[in-house]
């Protein structure tokens, strides 16, 4: 079971508009270091014929000094090209680990942040955002958190970086008849900061699912990167430098 925040530190968030569990400055506990070694020794387990059973025995020879600066620089985003097959195993690890915190939070806890652009429990950036399929609430987008995988919710038409709701562009995938290929998937492009994010409909595909099919639609990718537009959130299970 993960240890809720002690009451202190959520009053504290809340007074200053942060999220309680901000990242970058939070301190992890050993519980980390225990879901990525056991992380590290199931996949290592079960893939001993594939390239990522090195890549975890390398990983596992690390002290946790190592390990810890390794992640740390998961979520700040500065890996390094050399340890590119490394970042999706500590990406994983570190969503077990916040996802885990965040499911001991209330709604009040996350209530009052300051910033609506970036998750109110983690203060991560977004992966995607998912126009939901709720006969209730109908057409209402969510920004899906790249780590610990809580939703909240964005008016549509707003750019998910910079809030602007002007200058927004559409695109989406084509096959060769010309008519869309996947018209669940789409990139949410911004003309003002030139930054973009992907938003998938369950109207469309039901299944649809932010963080493996950000993963699924990288040719999505390459066709807004060509359009001069910057991805605005990470996927914490891929770094683009690796190969």
Known sequence: MARAPEASALQSSRDFGMPPLAATSYR???????????????????????????VCSALAAQDDDALGEAADRVLAGTSNDSEAAAVPLLGAALQVYFTRLASTLETKDLEGVDVPTICPACASRPVASLVRLDPERPSLRYLCCSLCHTQWNLARITCSSCESDKGL??????????KP????????AC??????????????????????????SLALDLLVDE????????????HPGGG
């Open 227 to 238: 359009r001069g537009f910057a991805r605005s959130g990470p996927n914490l299970l891929f």
């Open 28 to 54: 992890r506990d050993a519980q980390f270091l225990e879901d990525l070694r056991e992380l590290l020794a199931e996949i290592g387990q079960s893939s001993k014929a594939s390239p990522l059973a090195p």
């Open 169 to 178: 562009q559409y695109f989406g995938l084509e096959g060769a008849d010309g």
């Open 191 to 216: 003309d003002d900061c030139k930054g973009y994010l992907k938003i998938f409909y369950q109207e469309k595909d039901p299944h649809a699912d932010p963080a493996a099919d950000d993963l699924a």
């Open 181 to 188: 290929d996947r018209p669940a998937w789409r990139a949410e």
